[in-house]
């Protein structure tokens, strides 16, 4: 009885804000210069006047959501609205979700907020029965169901979602459900992410389903249903704060297309992968139609036809010939293709060893993201001569790879992926640099790896430099165009421009997944198309 009529209470709060606005004269309000009386004698940290009024908008809301960019000091700010919470005696501990990478940046921050730091426990720790602070990542919140159930039940207590866009499936996904099930649990809840709607209204609505069950879904369907997106982001506003990097004074920057084309064979084997056959490809139709036309293998072929086979391990690089060997006419495709590195190298290969041989020269380190771990194998043979780092799930000695970019001055080079290295870390101090060699459809985890390198604490007049490689005619077309309209949609939503412009890449010539139902229709409609060599 008392959840479903604090679930009641809460949409009674969220209609009052929606209308009149928290700038109004609402019951409940909290100013700017309400915040630092709020937090009791324990807190010692200084905030910001962008913290402040974050804190005083979140603290307006029983339940709230952070939409604030990296390096806006969220994870600060949320310990703030408990440390009021706590102040009151409406919380006495506090749950936090987050990705591996977080607890560090957690541990610090309870550390240093508080005259007394917040007793925490970590996975991995000692346990701890008088812990105030439990931090958990995604993957095992599933498992740890009950545990941390019943410790939410045992004292009035907060939830935090840490890069909460990891639950943006919802009751669909295992991380999504977890989360629904612990957090009408807790007296207070509370959202943190910058990209909380990577693929549209559907991840907002599932977010917003946490904070106000029953209630968040609705308000996002109404206020996104006429399709005026301004209107929707009027409507919204007063449920979520969001400081901007305009806001934290950092200097803009603006991706750079370098569009690429294929050479011969390369070309022709993709669009046998569309189904496109040439007539010498005809003669290899089922040992091609085998490599199959799914999106991930597109993407490969759209970098090199030759990662989609098979090597002697599972990760083994590509051995490229320079010079190359030339093909004959009468060379079967498919033996070409098993052969392709000795006959021709990646155009995306090649000019990501053009950039990053242009920076070394220059002084400057680059970041090089690729979506597949042969990619990256296959890079950090290419670029062996630049020292380079690589990381990727199955990197033992991360931090050693990551000392190294940072520190070794002979190491020019980080090669990782999004997946991998999207969250949680800072390179802006060392790096102003970074090329993608391809994309995937996920929005949100293109915008946390391009804050890898642009983020609170650079140094004035910083030059940020960002390269996106696509191939012609290929998926990375498709990719392109998706990821604009999601861009697109999360800028305006959340009256971000710099969001926006992002989804504008300005092109310029070569120097040298998460699939949602309106990206596998503009895939197939990308497989349909014929080929424009005829």
């Known amino acids: 009885m008392a959840l479903v009529n604090g679930v009641l209470d809460d949409a009674e709060t969220v209609q009052r804000s929606l209308n009149h606005g928290l700038a109004g004269s609402t019951a409940g309000t909290v100013g700017p210069a309400d915040v630092t009386g709020l937090l009791g004698p324990q807190w010692t940290a200084d905030l910001t006047s962008f913290q402040q009024r974050d804190i005083a908008q979140l603290l307006s809301l029983r339940h709230s959501a952070n939409f604030s960019v990296p390096g806006a000091g969220k994870?600060?700010?949320?310990?703030?609205?408990?440390?009021?919470?706590?102040?009151?005696?409406?919380?006495?501990?506090?749950?936090v979700v987050c990705p591996?990478?977080?607890?560090?940046?957690?541990?610090?921050?309870?550390?240093?907020?508080?005259?007394?730091?917040?007793?925490?426990?970590?996975?991995g720790g000692q346990a701890d029965p008088l812990v105030e602070l439990r931090v958990v990542n995604y993957e095992r919140l599933d498992r740890s169901l009950g545990a941390l159930a019943s410790w939410l039940r045992a004292s009035p207590s907060m939830v935090v979602l840490d890069e909460a866009h990891r639950m943006k499936l919802g009751a669909g996904g295992t991380y999504g459900s977890a989360c629904l099930a612990l957090g009408p649990l807790a007296d207070r809840r509370l959202i943190l992410t910058g990209t909380p709607a990577p693929n549209g209204a559907r991840d907002l609505e599932n977010l917003l389903s946490f904070?106000?069950?029953?209630?968040?879904?609705?308000?996002?369907?109404?206020?996104?249903g006429g399709?005026?997106?301004?209107?929707?982001?009027?409507?919204?506003?007063?449920?979520?704060?969001?400081?901007?990097?305009?806001?934290?004074?950092?200097?803009?920057?603006?991706?750079?297309?370098?569009?690429?084309?294929?050479?011969?064979?390369?070309?022709?084997?993709?669009?046998?992968?569309?189904?496109?056959?040439?007539?010498?490809?005809?003669g290899a139709r089922s040992s091609i139609e085998a490599l199959g036309r799914?999106?991930?293998?597109?993407?490969?072929?759209?970098?090199?036809?030759?990662?989609?086979?098979?090597?002697?391990?599972?990760?083994?690089?590509?051995e490229y010939q320079l010079p190359p060997l030339h093909a004959s006419p009468s060379d079967s495709?498919?033996?070409?293709?098993?052969?392709?590195?000795s006959y021709e190298l990646s155009p995306k290969y090649q000019e990501t060893l053009k950039i990053v041989a242009d920076n070394a020269a220059?002084?400057?380190?680059?970041?090089?993201?690729?979506?597949?771990?042969?990619?990256?194998?296959?890079?950090e043979k290419l670029l062996q001569g630049y020292g380079p780092a690589t990381i990727y799930g199955g990197t033992a000695d991360r931090e050693e790879q990551l000392r190294r970019f940072r520190q070794d001055p002979d190491c020019h080079v980080l090669l990782s992926n999004p997946a991998t290295l999207g969250e949680g870390i800072s390179l802006h101090q060392v790096c102003h640099d970074a090329v993608y060699v391809d994309r995937d459809f996920m929005a949100g985890r293109y915008l946390q790896s391009l804050d890898r390198i642009h983020r609170l604490g650079l140094a004035p007049g910083t030059e940020t430099r960002v390269t996106v490689l696509a191939t012609r005619g290929t998926?990375?077309?498709?990719?392109?165009?998706?990821?604009?309209?999601?861009?697109?949609?999360?800028?305006?939503?959340?009256?971000?421009?710099?969001?926006?412009?992002l989804a504008d890449l300005q092109e310029e010539p070569a120097a040298g997944a998460g699939l949602d139902t309106a990206d596998v229709r503009a895939l197939l409609r990308h497989l349909d198309t014929p080929s424009a060599r005829g």
């Open 75 to 95: 994870t600060r700010v949320a310990l703030a609205v408990y440390a009021a919470m706590r102040e009151r005696g409406e919380a006495q501990r506090l749950l």
């Open 362 to 379: 220059q002084g400057r380190k680059t970041l090089v993201w690729t979506t597949f771990v042969r990619s990256l194998t296959t890079l």
């Open 333 to 341: 495709l498919y033996q070409l293709l098993q052969d392709l590195p």
């Open 475 to 501: 998926v990375d077309e498709v990719v392109r165009l998706r990821l604009e309209e999601k861009l697109e949609f999360m800028g305006r939503v959340l009256d971000d421009p710099a969001v926006q412009q």
């Open 294 to 318: 799914a999106m991930l293998r597109l993407l490969m072929a759209a970098t090199s036809p030759a990662l989609l086979l098979e090597g002697a391990s599972r990760y083994e690089p590509l």
């Open 211 to 224: 904070v106000w069950p029953g209630h968040g879904k609705r308000v996002v369907t109404e206020a996104v």
């Open 100 to 123: 591996k990478s977080a607890y560090e940046s957690w541990e610090y921050e309870s550390s240093f907020c508080f005259n007394e730091p917040l007793r925490t426990e970590v996975p």
């Open 227 to 282: 399709g005026d997106l301004a209107y929707a982001s009027s409507v919204l506003r007063p449920l979520f704060t969001r400081t901007t990097k305009k806001e934290l004074g950092l200097p803009g920057f603006e991706p750079k297309l370098r569009y690429l084309d294929m050479p011969p064979i390369h070309a022709e084997v993709y669009e046998a992968l569309k189904g496109n056959f040439s007539a010498r490809a005809e």
